[in-house]
């Protein structure tokens, strides 16, 4: 499945030129062109990476990073002062490039994020651990027994981030894990999973969200 880029910039020119330097070099690319409609999207769809422009319209791109969690943030913005490039970075922007940029500059720097972000080998939140690499759970460190279909729904959940996951994706995304889960069976994997990492101690920390998805969630 090819990477998922989320490009938000109010500038159409070089939204239009990034996006298609993205797609000739086989991402996946979404669009958005405010701080707000990055939120939505960010929540509904969750995105690989994130390429940030500052200025935007509503919401500034400063005030919408302390909002992603677990995504890498490049930004690109005209402001070439250094304190911005600092705060920014402080801020929790992965990298920094200005406008005008050097696109096979911009490649090299998102295939480095990537990189770093590629099956990591533990996944947490809150009291939960997911051990990648041994397809295992621990909660309060203290191993739980999952199915394959709840692990692969944990997995999916765990790198939203706590973000908002639709079924939708949930259901594209466990195709390529398991194969013994389908859309009127997710329900029933929700509903045991829930009640696993509760009985574990971790709380009930998956939450449905109406007609939307799923979220993890901590009480």
Avoid at 100 to 129: C, H, M
Wanted: charged share 25%.
């Amino acid at each position: 499945m090819n990477k998922k880029i989320l490009i938000v910039d109010d500038d159409q020119s070089i939204g239009d030129m990034v996006e298609e330097l993205l797609s000739k070099n086989s991402y996946a690319v979404t669009r958005a062109y405010s701080g707000s409609e990055a939120l939505m999207l960010i929540s509904s769809d969750p995105p690989d990476l994130i390429l940030l422009d500052l200025m935007l319209p509503g919401i500034s791109g400063e005030a919408l990073l302390p909002h992603i969690k677990n995504i890498p943030v490049i930004v690109v913005s005209a402001k070439v002062d250094t304190d911005d490039k600092v705060s920014t970075l402080m801020g929790g922007a992965a990298d920094y490039i200005t406008k005008p940029f050097d696109t096979k500059e911009l490649l090299a720097r998102i295939s480095v994020q990537l990189r770093k972000n590629v099956n990591p080998g533990v996944l947490a939140f809150a009291d939960i651990k997911l051990y990648v690499n041994d397809f295992s759970v621990t909660v309060c460190d203290k191993p739980v027994k999952l199915t394959k279909s709840e692990y692969a729904v944990l997995l999916i959940l765990m790198r939203g981030g706590g973000k908002v996951v639709t079924k939708e994706r949930i259901m594209t995304e466990i195709e390529r894990l398991t194969p013994d889960c389908e859309e009127n069976s997710l329900r029933t994997h929700i509903v045991n999973l829930r009640q696993k990492l509760r009985n574990a101690g971790s709380g009930d920390c998956i939450e449905a969200v109406w007609g939307i998805g799923y979220k993890l969630t901590q009480e």
